[in-house]
């Protein structure tokens, strides 16, 4: 992990992230082509209208008939709604050819980010609809498409159709095993810590990144006050110097506590302001109370990363959250008929 490159610090250097593995120059289309012979146009085409036009089903052959898409593509059958339903629940049956498909070539050890979203159904008759977590706390029906990514490279590594109401620590394993990829590092987000899911995460012999609610009492908040007169306690990342304690150590378990100068200082100005705008929720009692925690972050491990490689592995969990948040909100991807069709 030595030679990891620093991180990228807008959408825009990863808006291009996943870059196709097989499709580049005159014969961009041999993966798709080898895998599946018999869709592979289909896939292009349609992967054309949903990202060029996010278009709906019923909208597809009018975008197909605008363009020369077809022409290119060689394609001789009248496309219709019906027919284009049709090949999509087709292709959701060919389960071995997908896996095969997005399974990683390279199986080495990675760190492995996981994006899991809700895709709201509107019909009792799919399979995988069941009634699950969402943010708006409404427990839609839904499936869950559940996304690995490759911490280094930021690229797509693998994906799962899930049932809506599964959203276990198992599942996840169990994404990771079916994948073929071995010795995964997974990274979570702030809401997954608990004990019960660290110890189902030792006990399927996992190793993992988890970062700590500020408010959790195995933070060493007593450390920060000699953080920053260590003589090498510190790394450059993208552009500041941040500082980190020596590590924790319980048992199988490692904590690391790291501070950001310019971090602290803009949330410090932050709360400040809202004590000028907003007095009977932010005020100066409460200022002093959460101070020393302000600019900190801890991460729990059972790896053997050093904490550079910690924070970094971490950040870029977040570019990934981004771009995904990014995708979904201006490409307005209406999954639904994908999902029903059980292949996303």
């Excluded at 200022?287 to 491990?301: D, P, R, S, W």
Aim: charged share 25%; proline share 4%; aromatic share 14%.
């Amino acid at each position: 992990m030595s030679n990891f490159q620093q991180p990228r610090n807008s959408l825009l250097p990863i808006l291009s992230y996943t870059p196709p593995k097989l499709y580049t120059g005159k014969e961009w289309y041999i993966g798709f082509y080898a895998f599946d012979p018999a869709h592979w146009k289909f896939i292009v085409f349609m992967a054309y209208c949903r990202m060029g036009y996010q278009s709906p089903l019923k909208n597809i052959p009018f975008h197909l008939e605008q363009s020369s898409i077809l022409d290119l593509l060689e394609w001789k059958d009248k496309i219709y709604d019906q027919k284009i339903s049709d090949m999509l629940f087709e292709l959701g049956r060919m389960q071995s050819s997908i896996h095969e498909f997005m399974k990683p070539e390279d199986k080495k050890r990675r760190i492995v980010l996981m994006d899991a979203t809700g895709v709201v159904l509107q019909s009792d008759n799919i399979p995988l609809a069941r009634k699950g977590y969402n943010s708006n706390m409404d427990f839609q029906l839904q499936s869950v498409l559940l996304y690995l990514y490759d911490a280094l490279t930021l690229e797509s590594v693998y994906y799962r159709m899930l049932a809506g109401n599964i959203r276990e620590v198992s599942a996840m394993r169990n994404t990771i095993v079916t994948s073929g990829m071995e010795d995964c590092v997974y990274i979570a987000d702030k809401g997954f810590f608990s004990r019960a899911n660290v110890t189902e995460l030792e006990r399927m012999s996992m190793q993992y990144i988890i970062p700590l609610r500020r408010d959790n009492k195995l933070i060493p908040y007593e450390a920060i006050k000699e953080m920053e007169q260590g003589d090498n306690n510190y790394f450059n990342f993208s552009e500041r110097f941040i500082f980190y304690a020596d590590t924790r150590k319980m048992e199988k378990r490692k904590i690391e506590l790291f501070l950001d100068g310019k971090l602290k200082e803009q949330e410090k100005t932050d709360y400040l302001s809202r004590i000028q705008s907003l007095p009977e929720s932010f005020t100066k009692p409460k200022f002093n109370e959460k101070v020393q925690t302000m600019g900190t972050l801890a991460i729990m491990h059972n790896t053997a990363l050093t904490p550079w490689d910690i924070y970094v592995e971490y950040k870029n969990r977040g570019e990934t959250e981004q771009f995904f948040d990014h995708f979904k909100k201006h490409h307005r991807c209406c999954l639904l008929p994908y999902a029903e069709a059980g292949i996303a």
